[in-house]
């Protein structure tokens, strides 16, 4: 995901995370940026040039923290409903040298001195001009009192007729005092007492309504903005910004259903105006509601065909709405119009971006930044252009230099953040959210703690929960973010007590299923996807045995399909196959699955395997496979695969991350499958085969799968021999216990449950001769958690557990399985690849099955070996064999050559290979995928 631009008036702002400047479609002056609030919009522009300027709300915190509804910046032409026919303006008036202070152009002191030479003022003006121009320009106590003086309502009331025959004073002079009080005061307290007490005395002046309005939307008081919004609507209905406003303060305020009626209401009003509609279609665009949006840009298109900004905002629309080609028509359009609009260029970049075309987003923003060379989405998407390029180093310099531009804007920080999670660092990355939590605008501050609430959730801490509550209710809106909160992050689960466990599964189940009558459509969670990527139920594997097909279909139910399925080619010869192996897994494929892939006959399959080619390329070279690069991000990735007309696409590790999570969604192939690197149902009606092998399913294990499940009679895997070289390190020179019974279970720490650490217990307190060794993790939360829960057995055994450093060298790795005495296999989740490499090696492991593959990779090893002394029934039983192979060295070694002699069907090559490929066939005549 990139960053586009928030819908605005006639200029360019999405609602993704970046807003721009506006610009009018009219003049084509470009306005000043905007706060970057989520639903981010612009003061209106006009073309008719008869009212003073709206810019002097730039110094108040009205519009500094919030905007107008139409856009998301700041309109160049003035609003044209202040003016009064009333009014008489002077050049050389008090009501012009307060607005030139309010609008920054001149300094209080020189504003006083010229107060000093106005012609024909009487007693009531100089008097009160001299108060105000005095606290203004020296504030202090003597100062304040004399505007507290001249404020007070005994001096209002007893001037009354004085400022109902002098609307100078009476209402424009309010007016404008009240935009700079904010300003001097630090404070809305003297803005709100100069609108008070203009009102009380002129009640129906729509003009100190709107502001009044204004300031208590930038004071989060929704309702009575609202209020005060409606009420100059009312007083003066031919003024669309009140109407407009109104409707934000409502949506602000959770009504957007009333906010859309309002605006409906205002229909026969407006319904001529180009504004009108184009605020209805940013108001639907922020709710969601992306097709009545594209309805209403339309409108405003047929009134008014040229207006570069609404073409952009309906691009936006298509972008968000999958529909690319279009998307790139629009901005195309756009830039015809005009050329010169910086943001313009930048939404071409995002698309780009996402379409994974770097050399046009490149230079998409150069242009951009030739034309406003500060300007911050622009930076921010040239440290996502970094980022994809591999050039991490320079992201983080180009994503510093956005921080600087806008410190109070989220999306530098959190892209900063995300890389540094990718790389491993995430107390770096927890660094950086702390901080931009403090930085960022208060607006946009829920974005940032609902990042680091869920980072905090990960690691079980406390502090995360509340964060994710605090932000949803600071964004009720985003319904994505409930969601997430209401699933939770499993993986945070896996060392707690079973109890916990259960009640987390038995909770999860029961939100899930409310969650699935109102399920995700593709725009939502791909725009949420770049910081909060949903929650695969992946780490459910570690919480407990399953089955997982009810709550997994339930959980995939949440997410809408994206594209329809393309129709089966029924073309003639290979099949053409894609292999998804997205970034981080390319280890564990090329151990399980790539020689399998790699030994299909051309005849049967030409296989293509897409991910990142830093990985991916030296291993598919050696195998002579080919590789190609997958293109960054959901939607692009999902175009590409769908340009390779593929027959059948396998994804590896389906859940593991979010983008081979979300891309079976968009159905790029006509037939998508997994295999045995995703140890459980997907529960993705998208995805249609599941491959096992008989070893590793139980008996009906179809039901466990939403799948069609298809059985080899072999373990789908070509493994390499992972015979160390001779001349391995002895037990001293590793840093063992140089005596002793060894007891190994290296497997992932998540598969560490506080069930297995208490059955290590009960081992060592049997062998008091014994030690346990346990590989820890590279992130340090898992090791805290897994160490947490030892610490609950007698410190004694706890002396005999030694936690080996990750990650750790192969080489050592293999050795110390070598040199082991007993494996022991992990009890929910048992050793996968682990497994086969101890086995290979001779070393005998302990295993206790479950009925789900997830609970049987180890059972599935030995029904190929032939071998079943070593498969526990129960808990009594594990223990009983690992005390048996521990009193009996003799006994021990037997079995450790017969596991040797057996080794070589650990390692098949041939086998594995033709079942492959009859499984495709299989596949293909279900399909109709070949004629």
């Not at 038995?506 to 699935?516: G, K, M, N, S, Y």
């Not at 346990?772 to 706890?798: C, F, H, K, T, Y």
Request: proline share 6%.
């Amino acid at each position: 995901m990139s960053y586009a631009s928030r819908p605005c008036s006639r200029c360019l702002n999405s609602l993704n995370a970046v807003s721009r400047a506006a610009c009018c479609p009219r003049c084509t002056k470009r306005s000043r940026q905007c706060s970057g609030s989520r639903v981010c919009w612009r003061s209106p522009c006009s073309s008719q040039g008869n009212s003073p300027s709206s810019a002097s709300v730039l110094n108040t915190i009205t519009v500094r923290c919030i905007g107008s509804i139409i856009g998301a910046g700041f309109a160049s032409r003035p609003s044209p409903l202040i003016m009064n026919p009333m009014n008489r303006p002077a050049p050389h008036s008090l009501f012009t040298l307060l607005r030139l202070w309010a609008e920054g152009l001149a300094q209080p002191e020189l504003l006083l001195q010229r107060y000093g030479q106005l012609p024909g003022l009487d007693a009531t003006e100089r008097m009160l001009g001299l108060a105000l121009l005095t606290a203004i320009a020296r504030p202090g106590a003597d100062s304040a009192a004399a505007l507290a003086q001249v404020l007070s309502l005994e001096w209002l009331e007893r001037n009354r007729p004085h400022w109902q025959t002098l609307p100078l004073l009476g209402q424009q002079l309010a007016i404008e005092l009240a935009k700079g009080a904010s300003r001097l005061h630090g404070t809305p307290e003297w803005a709100f007492r100069l609108y008070d007490a203009c009102l009380l005395l002129l009640p129906d002046l729509a003009a100190a309504r709107y502001y009044r309005g204004l300031l208590l939307l930038a004071c989060q008081r929704w309702e009575q903005a609202a209020a005060d919004l409606r009420r100059a609507g009312q007083l003066q209905p031919e003024w669309l910004p009140a109407w407009t406003e109104g409707a934000r303060a409502l949506l602000l305020a959770g009504q957007p259903e009333q906010a859309l009626q309002l605006l409906a209401e205002a229909e026969s009003l407006h319904g001529g105006q180009t504004d009108f509609w184009l605020v209805r279609g940013n108001l639907a665009q922020a709710l969601g509601q992306l097709d009545q949006a594209e309805s209403w840009y339309r409108r405003a298109l047929a009134l008014n065909p040229d207006q570069a900004g609404v073409w952009s905002n309906l691009g936006l629309v298509c972008q968000q709405l999958l529909r690319q080609h279009e998307a790139e028509s629009c901005y195309q359009r756009a830039l015809a119009l005009d050329p010169t609009l910086a943001e313009l260029w930048n939404n071409l970049a995002s698309l780009q971006l996402e379409r994974g075309e770097l050399a046009g987003a490149d230079q998409a923003l150069g242009q951009c930044l030739q034309l406003l060379p500060g300007y911050y989405p622009a930076w921010v998407n040239r440290g996502l252009l970094a980022a994809a390029q591999q050039q991490t180093e320079l992201a983080h310099s180009l994503l510093a230099q956005a921080r600087t531009l806008e410190p109070g804007r989220p999306e530098s920080w959190l892209e900063a953040a995300r890389l540094y999670f990718g790389a491993g660092q995430a107390d770096q990355a927890l660094a950086l959210l702390e901080a931009a939590s403090e930085r960022v605008q208060p607006a946009q501050r829920a974005l940032v703690d609902m990042v680091l609430g869920r980072s905090l959730a990960l690691r079980h801490d406390l502090k995360g929960p509340r964060l994710m509550q605090q932000a949803t209710r600071l964004a009720p809106e985003r319904r994505f973010w409930r969601f997430v909160q209401d699933v939770g992050v499993a993986e945070a689960w896996f060392c707690r007590p079973q109890p916990e466990r259960k009640a987390y599964l038995a909770e999860l189940e029961q939100r899930l299923i409310d969650w699935a009558e109102n399920s995700f459509a593709p725009q939502v969670y791909l725009e949420e996807l770049r910081h909060l990527p949903p929650e695969t139920l992946w780490s459910l594997v570690y919480l407990d045995v399953g089955p997982f097909r009810r709550l997994k279909s339930q959980h995939a139910s949440c997410f809408q399909l994206a594209a329809p399925r393309p129709a089966a080619g029924g073309r003639c010869g290979p099949l053409r196959l894609g292999v998804v192996v997205t970034s981080g897994h390319e280890g564990i494929f090329f151990k399980l699955a790539a020689r399998q892939l790699a030994g299909l006959p051309p005849s049967c399959a030409e296989v293509l395997l897409l991910g990142d080619l830093a990985g991916l390329g030296p291993l598919a070279r050696q195998l002579q496979l080919k590789c190609l690069q997958l293109a960054p991000g959901v939607t692009a990735a999902a175009r590409q695969l769908r340009g390779l007309e593929l027959d059948l696409i396998y994804y590896w590790e389906v859940g593991s991350d979010a983008l081979n999570f979300l891309l079976p969604y968009f159905q790029p192939a006509p037939v998508q499958f997994t295999s045995w690197g995703t140890t459980a149902t997907t529960g993705q009606a998208a995805i249609q085969y599941y491959l096992s092998a008989v070893g590793l399913e139980a008996a009906g294990a179809q039901a466990h799968y939403s799948e069609q499940l298809l059985l080899a009679e072999h373990l789908p895997v070509c493994f390499d021999d992972p015979l160390p070289a001779t001349g391995g390190k002895s037990r001293t020179e590793l840093g063992l216990p140089p005596e002793g019974t060894l007891y190994a279970c290296l497997n992932n720490p998540l598969k560490l449950t506080p069930e297995f650490l208490g059955l290590a217990g009960e081992l060592l307190a049997q062998d008091p001769s014994g030690h346990l060794l346990l590989l820890g993790s590279r992130l340090a939360w898992i090791n805290e958690a897994v160490q947490a829960a030892a610490r609950v057995l007698p410190q004694q055994i706890q002396a005999r557990i030694h936690w080996l450093p990750a990650p750790l060298a192969r080489a050592d790795f293999l050795n110390i399985l070598a040199l082991a005495d007993i494996g022991l296999d992990s009890l929910i989740c048992s050793g996968g690849h682990v497994s086969h490499e101890a086995l290979a090696l001779g070393l005998p492991v302990i295993t206790l099955p479950s009925e789900t593959c997830h609970g049987r990779l180890t059972l599935g090893r030995y029904h190929q070996l032939g071998i079943s002394e070593l498969i526990a029934k129960d808990r009594a039983e594990y223990l009983r064999l690992a005390q048996k192979l521990a009193t009996a060295p003799t006994q021990r070694a037997a079995l450790r050559d017969r596991i040797l002699e057996r080794r070589e069907r650990l390692l098949l090559q041939t086998q594995p290979v033709t079942e492959l490929a009859d499984q495709l066939q299989t596949i293909a005549r279900n399909e109709g995928l070949r004629k």
